[in-house]
């Protein structure tokens, strides 16, 4: 109580200030996200005016703090660094229309994107993607585990075909078996569904859209997925992408098993079982005609250093991502500009007050990068190309902090993490957070497979322990209800929607108050000589222990 007291009585002046650091500023949080989403950043699409304006923001912010650049070496500099590092990437986009229809024993019914369907842009190399009746086959969740000796296939040939797909992992309805519970797998990621049908040759994927399995409404994959796409450029698209990727809205998929003599919900629960095997819905068949712009263009991710002062070649990065939709379909106001205030410019505002903290504190003894990402939104590319291509080698970094989607509102008594990673790493943080009467509380929602969704997955999966943060529910103010209710409303209303919009409304004090721990806790390791590591029996700990001999 006399904890919340002191804050209480700091909020007035804006100011959060930690007992053993510096003081961070909820009115400078508040306009670094007022500016970064403001419409004239045009929902800070990549290869955009808006991502002009968002870089040239982030460098002006991070020299202003005093850091130095870290970005790719400068030709014909030698030792000198830009501001950012390239990013190459392919650019899709349907130009057009979209023709869909549905054909069954009755007749051809026309389809609408957005509304039935979402398509995206192929990004197999297809420059026209052009079906006629393909046969539509259920493939269950679409799973090839053999650890878990579970074949959704059972060898059917997917050549010419529309794998239809549930999202999520067989155990999320029952919440027990062989996947774990309720924590999602990266088997239930709608990434992972796209890369098989693709690895089987299958003319294309349909996954189908549950709210509670997704994590998220229709409005979300609709404005996800019907906007430009990007990817990594790829030497052979078509092992990763098939010509067609696409979801569709439950109702529909359910009236079409039902036209194709199957009946939806008695399938479902038959594919959360081994016995499972594909079933072809018949007389029903999908004609879809599309053209596709595809280009090759480069993205930038911003990097900027403070240079450690004995160890400079050990890394510890707090990371973010800058992008968000840029400008798409509009809404039932009119409003195309996905703006993304929570999401990320909360993130880019935590990184910029944490950037000028280091900036006015004396050197550590390890190098601390600020690493900004672009392309998160489409699928993790600005970290996944950073952690393919490393600025400073991925042994030597000692973790990574992400930090997306952080809470605009007041202080809460607890913080979690995406996903249930066992790590050393998380360990430090749940001690440090004491000191800010900060509680641990587990992913509320494993099931939603955040851990694969944010920045620090790349990483991870490379053996670089990281996390990315959230922040808790349990309000200081309102408590646990007031929390959830926010949540709730924001998934529901504003997120990846143009109402995800900054508001006078949002005190900031939680962020303020929360980055006196997350600077602290990245001080102890940059002034420090430990390597955290995974635990023993975590997935990720063989990778980062292959790599052991580079760490003194």
Do not use: C
Request: proline content about 5%.
């Amino acid at each position: 109580m006399k904890h919340t007291l002191i804050i209480a009585a700091l909020l007035s002046a804006g100011m959060v200030h930690a007992a053993t650091g510096p003081e961070f500023d909820a009115k400078r949080l508040s306009q670094d996200v007022k500016v970064l989403s403001s419409d004239k950043f045009e929902g800070r699409g990549p290869n955009t005016a808006g991502e002009t304006l968002t870089v040239d923001y982030l460098v002006q912010q991070f020299k202003a703090a005093g850091l130095q650049p870290g970005g790719d070496p400068v030709k014909g500099k030698p030792g000198e660094r830009s501001w950012t590092q390239d990013v190459p990437l392919g650019r899709f986009e349907i130009k057009g229309p979209v023709a869909l229809s549905v054909r069954d024993a009755k007749g051809t019914h026309a389809l609408r994107q957005g509304d039935d369907l979402a398509v995206r842009a192929s990004m197999s190399g297809s420059k026209l993607v052009d079906f006629k009746d393909a046969p539509l086959v259920f493939v269950g969740y679409g799973v090839t585990a053999p650890e878990r000796k579970w074949d959704d296939f059972k060898g059917v040939d997917l050549k010419g075909k529309l794998a239809v797909v549930l999202i999520n992992d067989p155990d999320f309805e029952t919440g027990q078996g062989e996947f774990g519970g309720k924590a999602m797998t990266y088997y239930g990621r709608w990434t992972y569904k796209f890369e098989e049908m693709a690895r089987r040759g299958a003319l294309g994927t349909i996954i189908v859209h549950e709210t509670a399995p997704a994590s998220y409404g229709w409005a979300t994959v609709k404005n996800s997925n019907t906007n430009v796409m990007y990817d990594i450029v790829r030497k052979n698209p078509a092992e990763a992408h098939a010509p067609v990727e696409a979801w569709i809205q439950r109702d529909l998929a359910a009236d079409l098993f039902k036209r194709g003599g199957q009946d939806f919900e008695a399938l479902k629960k038959l594919a959360q079982t081994r016995d499972f095997k594909p079933v072809q819905l018949k007389d029903v068949t999908l004609s879809g005609k599309y053209a596709v712009d595809a280009q090759v263009i480069t993205s930038k991710n911003v990097a900027a250093r403070v240079v450690g002062a004995s160890r400079p070649d050990d890394t510890v990065i707090y990371s973010g991502h800058w992008d968000h939709l840029g400008v798409g379909l509009p809404d039932a106001k009119g409003d195309k500009i996905y703006n993304g205030a929570v999401d990320n410019g909360t993130g880019l505002a935590a990184m910029l007050e944490l950037a000028r903290a280091y900036g006015k504190a004396p050197k550590p003894a390890r190098s601390v990068l600020f690493l900004a990402v672009t392309a998160e939104e489409k699928g993790l590319l600005g970290s996944e190309y950073y952690a393919s291509y490393p600025l400073y080698p991925l042994a030597t970094t000692v973790g990574v902090i992400n930090m997306d989607a952080l809470s605009p509102y007041g202080v809460s008594r607890n913080f979690t993490i995406s996903g249930s990673a066992k790590l050393d790493l998380l360990d430090q943080l749940v001690a440090k957070a004491r000191q800010w009467n900060l509680a641990y509380s587990p992913d509320p929602k494993p099931e939603a497979g955040y851990f694969f969704r944010s920045d620090h997955f790349p990483f991870a999966k490379r053996g670089v322990p990281a996390f990315s943060y959230g922040s808790g529910n349990d309000w200081v103010d309102g408590g646990i209800a007031a929390g959830k209710k926010s949540e709730q409303a924001y998934t529901t209303d504003n997120y990846h929607q143009p109402s995800d919009e900054w508001s006078a409304k949002w005190q900031f004090t939680g962020m303020a108050h929360d980055l006196g721990m997350l600077y602290s806790l990245g001080r102890d390791l940059a002034d420090g000589k430990s390597w955290p590591n995974w635990a023993s029996d975590a997935e990720f700990r063989a990778a980062r222990d292959k790599s052991a001999s580079d760490r003194k």
